[in-house]
């Protein structure tokens, strides 16, 4: 008989948090957890005390031996742990407010993982995951962490490359929604089809096949996106934009919902510029979403997850992290899409970089199904964005200016030159309190 598990997740008082408890609770004839730590800081206090109120009254209410435990105090939590899951904001949301809306102040797109947006994201981010992974190699060594902090391949490789840890394993929800979609279309159960995914976090096409070995992909392309299509709502928080018919059909893969910023990027500006002028910005619309899911877990009879909280846009993750704790523990094998090191699966980016591809999960954790090559369309595109994702890495971990400014310069989401870095430098200022690295290291310079 294995022992009891202990899991530590970080960003405990998240409004997603009730799906975590409600994944660990299905699995719990395979994965036998005895304790739960839930983490958060001081400013997340009051909603890690709801949250962990709700998430006893869902173990109780499932009868399963398991203690949930709440703290502000990180190392507490990490000791011995087996598993690590990863789901917090730095700068709350407030800063993803930011993101968006001084972007969009100077005609760009303002997006929580893309653009001006999501680096700054990773730099705010980067940091305080590198600072768990030496938590722990001292406390834990020999657990696994699971991330779906976003972004989550940037951090994933810097947890790689940076921390210097392994075990490592990043997820995103948005391949679970594409394969349901396609699934849909085909009228076909999902485990009858085989869904070939590879490229990097956001950024990501992939095929589809059936039980045969038949190409179904061009099915799926006509099915979603030939004229009078209806485009499909994956994740809630991209609007259901339709993409070019004919550039997808040249394709010949399935793009990823977020290539709409790249693909439709005059359309996707002008949807965010009238949204964040009418209803606010995605940021202010999830904060208003996440008062009411508060209010809702407040409720000392509520004991399960509610439906509501499928329209906060992270639908999936955190069941998803479940089952991939699940396969390592029980060396499953399943098949999922994950973030994890390149190893060759792709060709066209470095070998040791973070790719977002299926890969089987087992005890010794993901092992990406060979890629090959990316014909030029995708090609170009994905190593460009592995180019940005390096830089922001690296200027996230050093805190250069420069570096940054050249990440900027390299974002297609960006326009180069002097309004790349007013942008920068007005992020920047915007959030000091939590990029030290930048501001020491300027306070260096001008010495």
């Given at each position: 008989?294995?022992?009891?598990?202990?899991?530590?997740?970080?960003?405990?008082?998240?409004?997603?948090?009730?799906?975590?408890?409600?994944?660990?609770?299905?699995?719990?004839?395979?994965?036998?957890?005895?304790?739960?730590?839930?983490?958060?800081?001081?400013?997340?206090?009051?909603?890690?005390?709801?949250?962990?109120?709700?998430?006893?009254?869902?173990?109780?209410?499932?009868?399963?031996?398991?203690?949930?435990?709440?703290?502000?105090?990180?190392?507490?939590?990490?000791?011995?742990?087996?598993?690590?899951?990863?789901?917090?904001?730095?700068?709350?949301?407030?800063?993803?407010?930011?993101?968006?809306?001084?972007?969009?102040?100077?005609?760009?797109?303002?997006?929580?993982?893309?653009?001006?947006?999501?680096?700054?994201?990773?730099?705010?981010?980067?940091?305080?995951?590198?600072?768990?992974?030496?938590?722990?190699?001292?406390?834990?060594?020999?657990?696994?962490?699971?991330?779906?902090?976003?972004?989550?391949?940037?951090?994933?490789?810097?947890?790689?490359?940076?921390?210097?840890?392994?075990?490592?394993?990043?997820?995103?929800?948005?391949?679970?929604?594409?394969?349901?979609?396609?699934?849909?279309?085909?009228?076909?159960?999902?485990?009858?089809?085989?869904?070939?995914?590879?490229?990097?976090?956001?950024?990501?096409?992939?095929?589809?096949?059936?039980?045969?070995?038949?190409?179904?992909?061009?099915?799926?392309?006509?099915?979603?996106?030939?004229?009078?299509?209806?485009?499909?709502?994956?994740?809630?928080?991209?609007?259901?934009?339709?993409?070019?018919?004919?550039?997808?059909?040249?394709?010949?893969?399935?793009?990823?919902?977020?290539?709409?910023?790249?693909?439709?990027?005059?359309?996707?500006?002008?949807?965010?510029?009238?949204?964040?002028?009418?209803?606010?910005?995605?940021?202010?619309?999830?904060?208003?979403?996440?008062?009411?899911?508060?209010?809702?877990?407040?409720?000392?009879?509520?004991?399960?997850?509610?439906?509501?909280?499928?329209?906060?846009?992270?639908?999936?993750?955190?069941?998803?992290?479940?089952?991939?704790?699940?396969?390592?523990?029980?060396?499953?094998?399943?098949?999922?899409?994950?973030?994890?090191?390149?190893?060759?699966?792709?060709?066209?980016?470095?070998?040791?970089?973070?790719?977002?591809?299926?890969?089987?999960?087992?005890?010794?954790?993901?092992?990406?199904?060979?890629?090959?090559?990316?014909?030029?369309?995708?090609?170009?595109?994905?190593?460009?964005?592995?180019?940005?994702?390096?830089?922001?890495?690296?200027?996230?971990?050093?805190?250069?200016?420069?570096?940054?400014?050249?990440?900027?310069?390299?974002?297609?989401?960006?326009?180069?030159?002097?309004?790349?870095?007013?942008v920068l430098d007005e992020l920047l200022e915007a959030h000091k309190e939590h990029l030290p690295q930048f501001f020491a290291h300027k306070a260096k310079a001008t010495v």
């Amino acid at each position: 008989m294995k022992k009891g598990l202990k899991i530590a997740t970080i960003g405990g008082g998240s409004s997603y948090t009730p799906e975590l408890v409600e994944g660990f609770i299905k699995r719990y004839a395979e994965l036998p957890i005895r304790e739960l730590w839930l983490v958060d800081i001081e400013a997340g206090r009051e909603k890690l005390e709801i949250v962990g109120a709700m998430a006893k009254r869902m173990v109780k209410a499932a009868g399963i031996d398991c203690e949930v435990h709440l703290t502000l105090d990180r190392r507490e939590a990490l000791v011995d742990a087996d598993f690590v899951t990863t789901q917090f904001r730095v700068g709350l949301l407030e800063a993803r407010i930011k993101d968006e809306s001084i972007p969009l102040k100077h005609g760009m797109i303002g997006q929580e993982t893309n653009g001006a947006g999501g680096m700054f994201k990773a730099f705010r981010t980067i940091p305080v995951i590198l600072s768990i992974v030496e938590d722990m190699k001292e406390l834990c060594p020999n657990a696994w962490l699971i991330n779906f902090t976003n972004p989550a391949g940037m951090v994933t490789e810097a947890v790689l490359r940076y921390g210097q840890w392994d075990k490592v394993i990043g997820l995103c929800n948005v391949p679970i929604g594409a394969i349901k979609s396609a699934s849909a279309v085909l009228d076909k159960p999902e485990d009858e089809l085989f869904f070939k995914f590879a490229g990097i976090n956001h950024l990501h096409w992939h095929k589809v096949y059936d039980k045969t070995g038949a190409e179904l992909t061009e099915q799926v392309i006509e099915g979603l996106y030939a004229p009078g299509a209806k485009p499909e709502k994956v994740v809630e928080n991209i609007k259901n934009m339709r993409f070019l018919y004919d550039q997808v059909r040249q394709l010949k893969m399935l793009p990823c919902p977020y290539h709409r910023y790249y693909y439709m990027t005059d359309n996707m500006l002008k949807e965010e510029l009238e949204e964040a002028k009418n209803e606010g910005t995605r940021g202010q619309v999830v904060k208003r979403l996440e008062e009411s899911l508060f209010e809702l877990y407040k409720d000392p009879n509520l004991d399960y997850k509610p439906e509501e909280l499928s329209k906060r846009g992270g639908a999936h993750y955190s069941d998803a992290a479940c089952e991939i704790i699940n396969s390592i523990y029980n060396n499953k094998g399943t098949l999922m899409v994950v973030s994890t090191r390149n190893n060759g699966a792709i060709d066209d980016v470095p070998y040791d970089s973070a790719i977002e591809i299926t890969s089987v999960i087992r005890a010794h954790g993901a092992e990406p199904v060979n890629f090959g090559k990316f014909p030029p369309a995708q090609r170009g595109l994905l190593q460009v964005m592995k180019a940005m994702e390096e830089l922001t890495i690296e200027a996230a971990v050093t805190g250069d200016y420069a570096t940054a400014l050249q990440a900027f310069t390299l974002n297609p989401l960006v326009p180069s030159g002097d309004i790349a870095q007013t942008v920068l430098d007005e992020l920047l200022e915007a959030h000091k309190e939590h990029l030290p690295q930048f501001f020491a290291h300027k306070a260096k310079a001008t010495v």
